[in-house]
């Protein structure tokens, strides 16, 4: 009889008791039915699905990956190594042929001529500098992706290294007289007393604290602002909310800086690869071309931005083709790169742990030289400044000494400042006192100092002149230095 039928059955002269257990049968059935159902196969399902996607992934990366580890021996192995090649084969030929015989000259000479000895050991300096500078850049560079955006290429590019010996403006060795040169030999021993001459004329820039010559030019400003900057022929100032234009001889022009349109300024530079002014705003960055005819006006550059607005900008500097943009007390370090078609692109953005120790407080300036970058940074134990060298790419070269302290971790008041020589000015504004850190992180405090309350100190690239603002009072005053 079926189940429906006995229920029928059931229902018109009540449950028999073969049907209560076959109604029991069929709840344990059930029951057992519900224990041993498992979900597990639908995860298993989907993680197999993962699995293979993932080992599909994987595959395509390797793929990737391969290519590019071949591509970038190929432009190793193609153009970087011929190109240091010809570098090391010129340096080595030089020292051989022109510089070790005349040493040897010089060891057998009884009165040897100071000035020629002098001469050769710049041309071992600058060779030891060049080297350095060869063996620290980073003439390869891969830019990596974002790990969440995979599908944006991998980039490989390089930089020449003969493309920087051609921007050479002469020959390392073109001063180093031959003996045996006849006539040309001559005429360089007639320019020596006019050498010596210039020579004498030229004073370092810590004689400018020390002696505190007569300034060639003396201009009273209205403000303590510490914006300053110079390139061969320019100084460019901001005061009283105007752009204010020198040359080395007069004031030209003045431009009103009005911050609602512009932007709060707190910072400027000079870009010799664009023969440009660059000015830096908490939020922007703007170029400035002195040569242009009025109306000449600051152009943004539009893809330089901040993080987000409540991130604040702090120092620029720049470096051939880069500049090196500080957030406030070094949250971040923007590298910007500009191509030669004028379009500019994030290069990397630093991390304060990138750049910091743990304790450090944070960044107030970031500078370049021709090889390194300067970071001064204020530590936490102590409020002591420090100025800690950094490679291109934010790698610590070496670790600075503590100088004296600032007032508070809030206020950053300071100025670093690079001589292009491989030596830092730091002027620490709460103390009133200049610090030099030479060549090998040496730190010299310059108490003998008779110039005070200065805000910002600047050299011209090619280091004839040297500008300095101060305070009390508020004025630039301008130094011939050779």
Same mark, same amino acid.
Not at 134 to 154: A, C, F, G, H
Not at 179 to 189: V, W
Not at 280 to 307: G, M, W
């Given at each position: ?16 008791? *073969? ?93 040897? #001529? ?15 500098? /060049? ?6 850049? !980073? ?16 980039? =490989? ?20 007289? *031959? ?17 010596? $001459? ?9 004689? &400018? ?6 300034? =060639?030019?003396? +201009? ?33 022009? /003045? ?18 690869? &664009? ?13 400035? #071309? ?13 893809? =330089? ?10 120092? =620029?500097?720049?470096? /051939? ?14 590298? +910007? ?5 004028? !379009? ?20 107030? *300036? ?17 409020? $002591? ?23 508070? !971790? ?10 292009? *020589? ?25 108490? /003998?100092?008779?110039? $005070? ?11 004839? +002149? ?11 005053? &301008?130094? $011939?230095?050779?």
């Amino acid at each position: 009889m079926s189940f429906t039928t006995k229920d029928k059955e059931n229902n018109a002269n009540g449950w028999s008791s *073969d049907s209560l257990l076959e109604l029991s049968d069929i709840a344990q059935e059930q029951l057992r039915t519900l224990e041993r159902l498992d979900f597990s196969l639908i995860q298993k399902k989907c993680q197999q699905e993962l699995e293979s996607w993932h080992s599909a992934a994987v595959s395509h990366l390797g793929q990737i990956y391969s290519q590019r580890l071949a591509d970038l021996a190929q432009v190793y192995t193609q153009d970087v190594c011929p190109e240091s090649d010809k570098f090391k084969q010129k340096m080595i030929e030089q020292l051989k042929s022109r510089i070790m015989p005349r040493i040897s000259k010089v060891l057998d000479d009884p009165i040897p #001529d100071p000035e020629k000895v002098e001469k050769m050991q710049n041309l071992l300096c600058h060779i030891k500098s /060049e080297c350095n500078m060869m063996r620290d850049r !980073q003439w390869i560079r891969v830019q990596l992706p974002d790990i969440k955006s995979l599908s944006i290429p991998i980039k =490989i590019t390089k930089t020449s290294l003969s493309n920087h010996l051609a921007e050479q403006r002469k020959d390392l060795f073109e001063d180093l007289s *031959d003996d045996d040169d006849g006539d040309n030999n001559n005429k360089k021993e007639e320019e020596l007393p006019a050498k010596k $001459k210039r020579k004498a004329n030229t004073i370092d820039i810590i004689d &400018l604290f020390t002696i505190n010559p007569e300034p =060639i030019k003396h +201009y009273s400003l209205d403000t303590n602002s510490s914006t300053l900057s110079l390139s061969n022929t320019h100084i460019l100032v901001h005061d009283s909310h105007k752009l204010i234009l020198f040359d080395y001889h007069r004031k030209l022009t /003045e431009l009103q800086w009005n911050d609602n349109d512009y932007g709060i300024l707190v910072d400027m530079c000079w870009m010799s690869s &664009l023969s440009v002014f660059v000015i830096l705003t908490i939020h922007s960055v703007y170029l400035y #071309d002195p040569t242009k005819p009025q109306p000449n006006l600051p152009v943004k550059v539009e893809a =330089i931005k901040p993080l987000d607005r409540s991130h604040v900008l702090a120092s =620029i500097s720049s470096f /051939e083709r880069d500049i090196y943009i500080n957030y406030h007390k070094g949250v971040h370090i923007d590298q +910007y790169r500009v191509s030669s078609t004028s !379009q500019w692109s994030l290069e990397k953005r630093y991390l304060k742990a990138d750049c910091c120790e743990t304790k450090d407080i944070g960044i107030r *300036d970031a500078r370049c030289d021709s090889q390194h970058i300067c970071l001064s940074i204020m530590q936490q134990d102590d409020l $002591k400044w420090r100025l800690d060298i950094m490679s291109r790419d934010m790698k610590r070269i070496r670790r600075g000494i503590s100088m004296d302290s600032g007032e508070n !971790q809030h206020k950053f008041f300071s100025m670093l400042i690079s001589l292009h *020589d491989q030596r830092w000015l730091f002027v620490n504004w709460y103390t009133n006192k200049i610090w030099l850190v030479d060549q090998q992180g040496k730190t010299r405090l310059i108490k /003998e100092t008779k110039i $005070k309350n200065i805000r910002n100190i600047c050299l011209a690239p090619n280091g004839s +002149y040297a500008a300095i603002r101060t305070e009390k009072p508020s004025a630039l005053k &301008l130094y $011939k230095l050779e």
